[in-house]
């Protein structure tokens, strides 16, 4: 402007208004938009449980199209119980729980309470080592033990009493001794009683739902009809888990939510990943782009609807701070603007979208508690 208004006409008057160009292309109100929006939005989702790590989780989750839970702790109440033990004939029901406690109370996974809990004076061990997504071994005494999944162990002359545990809903686990089997245990949790209405809501929102767990498909099914999940992905190792994201995240956005130590590289390798925080493991939490602080899935749609807007918000900044640029480039080269005009239809746009951004900061209605 200055260039080319000072070879065609006055060059005084064209530098100014080149000075009142520069003002008026100035992003101001662009620049601030996006900031105060998210850091609003943040503040308040903090506030009914939700905590976003960066402004980077909250803008992508506004986006999300596909959510995948995990079972146990997450779909569950993680109040497992013991419904039932089967011993072989070199084993009794108290060996069994004894030997697989001794080696639970090092776990993180949430079967691992009901386990302990079932043999609270669980004996000593030693040389514990955890195989996320299999199992966990051990010395108890002088014996070596084992405690995992039916697909890691062998569950011998048990087979068919395992398979009509895992018939009835339960989880269960085989104990070995040297390499032996000598009992299963069989551990069920209950589905958490918002479920099925979560994921109605979430259906209704047009989210798609899928299930991911390392159980056996016959419990995981049994599971998800009552939950009102059709797509079910079971007996998944950790890696497992995060190959099922990634494919799902190929098609849409897709957030990951679990709670235990099995779900961090999962949670890692989806868009967005949701810790279940007042009962997740550190790796999860850690691994995870958001961060519960309570229990109800029912934060979930709640989250959703409160990033969504947020990202309208946003969006309706963008567009007003790119239309007063718009509009103001030609006023200034024509001159119909001056330099004070211009600054202060910058500072009401300004002012303006900072009282827009910090709608964002209005805490969502939170759904009915049970």
């Known amino acids: 402007v200055a260039g080319l208004g000072s070879l065609l006409g006055d060059p005084e008057l064209w530098i100014t208004r080149a000075m009142v160009v520069l003002v008026a292309a100035s992003p101001c109100a662009l620049a601030i938009s996006v900031p105060i929006t998210v850091v609003s939005a943040i503040g ?60 639970e109370q090092h776990s993180t996974h949430p ?30 005494d002088t014996a070596q033990i084992t405690v995992g999944s039916p697909r890691w162990l062998d569950a011998g002359p048990l087979a068919e009493d395992v398979t009509a545990l895992e018939q009835e809903g339960a989880t269960v686990v085989i104990v070995h001794r040297e390499g032996s089997p000598i009992g299963a245990i069989g551990v069920r949790d209950e589905l958490r009683p918002e479920v099925p209405e979560t994921i109605a809501t979430l259906r209704k929102r047009g989210i ?30 950790p890696e497992d888990k995060a190959a099922a994201v990634t494919e799902l995240s190929r098609f849409r956005p897709t957030v990951m939510i679990g709670d235990g130590i099995n779900d961090a590289p999962a949670l890692a390798a989806a868009d967005v990943g949701i810790a279940m925080g007042a009962t997740g493991s550190d790796a999860a939490i850690e691994s995870a782009d958001i961060a519960f602080t309570g229990h109800d899935l029912r934060l979930i749609p709640q989250a ?51 009282l827009n951004g910090l709608r964002a900061a209005r805490t969502p209605s939170p759904g009915p508690r049970s």
Not at 53 to 58: E, T, Y
Not at 116 to 140: F, K, L, S, W
Request: charged content about 20%; aromatic content about 4%; hydrophobic content about 50%.
């Open 44 to 103: 308040a989702a903090s506030r009914f449980g939700v905590v976003f790590k960066s402004g980077a989780a909250f803008e992508r989750f506004g986006d999300v199209r596909h959510i995948a839970f995990d079972k146990t702790g997450t779909l569950t109440r993680n109040r497992p119980t013991v419904v039932g033990v089967l011993t072989t004939a070199g084993g009794t029901r108290e060996q069994v729980l004894d030997y697989a406690a001794g080696l």
């Open 111 to 140: 079967l691992a309470t009901a386990i302990t809990a079932a043999a609270p004076n669980a004996r000593p061990t030693d040389g514990v080592e955890e195989t996320a997504g299999h199992g966990i071994v051990g010395r108890v």
């Open 208 to 237: 798609g739902v899928t299930l991911l767990t390392g159980d056996n498909e016959r419990t995981a099914r049994a599971l998800a009809a009552q939950a009102g999940i059709g797509d079910v992905r079971a007996e998944l190792h």
């Open 304 to 354: 959703l609807a409160h990033a969504r807007r947020g990202r309208r918000i946003i969006n309706q900044n963008i567009v007003l701070s790119l239309l007063i640029i718009i509009v103001l480039l030609p006023l200034a080269i024509t001159g119909a603007l001056g330099l004070a005009a211009v600054v202060l239809v910058h500072e009401v746009a300004e002012v303006f979208v900072i």
